[in-house]
């Protein structure tokens, strides 16, 4: 079992938590991630690591609640413990010193690209973070950015914070000014990640995304989390969960995404009868 040490809710629906986990964060590297059960008859969820610390045997996880099983998670609190947590799991970011790097994490996303950032910046880096939300009060983790970057930039759909737009005009803005981009690593949604891969495909930079597809054992087993990388099928588990964004296929990847949104809906929507007089 897995003690939850700290909760922390980030807004309506995304949460914080630190995991006790100490054989986890003594190996855990930037990019990787943990699949967690939440109790026994649970579903297997993905998460990329936001944090560890190696001295208290902690690991951060951030997630937002969009189905059954991330809704369990968040009733728990602390003191509170999960089944499994799986991990590291997953192949760490290629960290080098390669002149000016640029993290880009949209929504939930930013918080994994917060270790890439740091280990960038301790390998010599200049890492500029640009992060997007919908608005100001959704957005996460500006603090602990600024601490590890040389730069940070926000943008917000609609305006209330930072640039009006999205996470690609930020890019295309320090192009602009002269920026010489030496790689990109962007985590968010699917759709904000080819949105990127798509701008900087014409810029000649080379962009990294980090894949989050579905998911079932995380070991290469059972297949579920394939995706198409140029003329490859790759495994997200065990091949990722980062690639080359613009050998990706998007396309297919949204279309797997979509599989099994009716029956989460469903399950959301469940209300267990057991028991009631009816």
Not at 163 to 181: S, W
Not at 218 to 236: I, L
Not at 261 to 266: F, I
Request: hydrophobic share 45%; proline share 4%; with cysteine.
């Amino acid at each position: 079992m897995f003690k939850i040490l700290k909760k922390e809710e980030w807004s309506p629906s995304v949460f914080a938590m630190e995991i006790e986990a100490p054989r986890v964060a003594k190996k855990a590297q930037a990019g990787q991630f943990i699949v967690l059960r939440v109790d026994e008859k649970g579903e297997r969820i993905p998460l990329t690591i936001a944090d560890f610390n190696r001295e208290t045997g902690a690991v951060l996880i951030v997630f937002q609640v969009i189905g059954a099983s991330t809704m369990k998670l968040a009733e728990l609190n602390v003191g509170d413990s999960i089944v499994d947590f799986v991990g590291p799991l997953g192949q760490p970011s290629e960290i080098e010193k390669l002149g000016t790097v640029v993290v880009v994490g949209g929504g939930i996303g930013v918080a994994p690209t917060y270790p890439i950032a740091r280990a960038m910046k301790e390998a010599g880096n200049k890492v500029i973070a640009i992060m997007g939300a919908k608005t100001k009060d959704i957005l996460i983790m500006e603090e602990e950015m600024k601490a590890v970057t040389d730069e940070v930039v926000v943008t917000t759909d609609d305006g209330s914070y930072g640039i009006k737009g999205f996470v690609t005009n930020a890019v295309q803005a320090l192009v602009d000014r002269g920026e010489k981009i030496d790689q990109i690593t962007a985590i968010g949604p699917v759709i904000m990640m080819k949105s990127v891969a798509d701008a900087t495909h014409d810029l000649g930079i080379r962009t990294i995304v980090s894949l989050n597809p579905i998911m079932v054992d995380g070991t290469g087993m059972c297949g579920g989390c394939r995706v198409q990388v140029g003329d490859e099928t790759k495994f997200a588990c065990v091949d990722g969960p980062e690639f080359d964004g613009h050998l990706v296929d998007f396309k297919g990847l949204m279309s797997r995404q979509r599989m099994y949104r009716d029956l989460e809906a469903q399950e959301k929507d469940h209300v267990c009868n057991i028991g009631l007089d009816r």
